[in-house]
């Protein structure tokens, strides 16, 4: 493209012209504020007074720039220089939101437009109060997120850490980094511990407020705010956002099969990676390292990766040839670790089942329950196990292959509405014989040693001492030998030379 010679406007105005006939969904964006599309009869770009005009509106915006000339032109992009209001210098983008990179400087431009309306709120709600630090930069370092504008209020000798919400969706993710940004300033407050005060849109809050009730006392003062769509925000009493949405799945029913299939399921059970799960319903799951082909229902089989069909009796033998060349076939890989990639927590979890008394020897290897309860508060990646140990208390087994941040918080989760349907006694049904004892569950944190994100140390150091928490490390070879390698009560921190040794298990 040939730049506009100064004073030429018609060249500029067929520049920007061609620019916007090749984008799919035109739109023009500026510093710190939210994108705005070009539709047709809501915009105009036009010459007027010999300057190129362009006129843009929405239901809750309009932009009127006279743009003077043509900065940047890249792949779905047009950098501008324009002119504001009485003449003020200040740049304008025209983009393509169909494009990958342009929905990314759009998505910064959000969180910027954001802040701004966060900062905005904070001097409202804190007058007096000095914001001295807002930002919405990505910290690898400290492990904080863009996603989350955090800020730090200074008022003589005291200091709150606020962190905003941008929207219902992200709240899953909030308290994690909150909870690191408010440990970043402690570390640097000279007086008293900061508070933390926590922004959330109107339609959430709930899910926080359930979390922050089970938080140490003496390692932070909270206080929850909600804000609408215009700005406005007012503080809340987390005690009064109602209970936890969630429920027990169907009541359990013991498994239900024949001698025959009995005898048959214990000699597939010996083949190299084949594991056998019982689940609720009376059912049972027959994978290999994770992955599920099989299943036996009402007394019946059914063999398949993904159509099933539902063997004679006569035909149960199948099962036991296709689970050894399943077996086979995983073996012959060379790498256990590339085999049925796809599924490494499921494979993850079926070693564990089968390795309980590792994991803690005073658990009960039956029964153990996954899929327990249903709640849709956030997307989970963890698999859940309930289980009982010898003297009838409650454990929750939260499995993890990968480094996740959010491990702590997400399993958190999951314990307090364990805790919550134990206290109603909802639970026994799934414990037939076994009296259950009344102190909370147990928790029981387990992954490769090296998969514990480097933040688990602190964001464990908020949880309640109600919550007996252990975090469980196996080798990271545990897809053919599984090794208990590290043991952790609480927040304690691995010595560091102890880790260098689990490296190579």
Known sequence: MIKAKPGDPALLLRQIQDFLAECRRPAVLEYGEQ???LLEHRYSLEIRSGRVGLEVWDEERCIARRISAIERLSSGMLDCQVERFAGKPGKLTLLDLDRPHTIRRSALAGRHHFAEKFRRILYRQFPGWCVSQLSTGLDLQRSLSSVFPRARLERADQIIAAVACPAPPDEAALLTYALLWHNHLCHHAEGARP???????????TLTAQ?????APDMLHYRLFLFNEHGSAGEVDPRDLGNL????????????ISSHIRELLDRIQSLEGVGICAEGNGGLSISCRGLEFARVE??????GLQDRRVLDPSQNVELEQFAAQISALCASSGNAQSAMPAYPERWFESIVRSHLSLIDADLLVQPLHGQVLSFAAIDRDLIDLLGVTSSGRLAVLELKVSEDIHLPIQALDYWMRIRWHAERNE????FPGIELDQRPPKLLLIAPAFSFHPATDTLMRYFSPAILVERVGVNTAWQKELKVVLRLRGSETPISHQMSNYRNL
């Open 195 to 205: 508070q933390l005060c926590l922004f959330l849109p109107e339609e959430s809050g």
């Open 245 to 256: 949405e969630t429920s027990v799945s169907a009541r359990y029913a013991v498994p239900e």
């Open 298 to 303: 009402n007394g019946l089989i059914q063999l």
């Open 427 to 430: 639970l026994a049904h799934l």
């Open 211 to 215: 979390r922050l009730r089970w938080l």
């Open 35 to 37: 994108p705005v599309s």
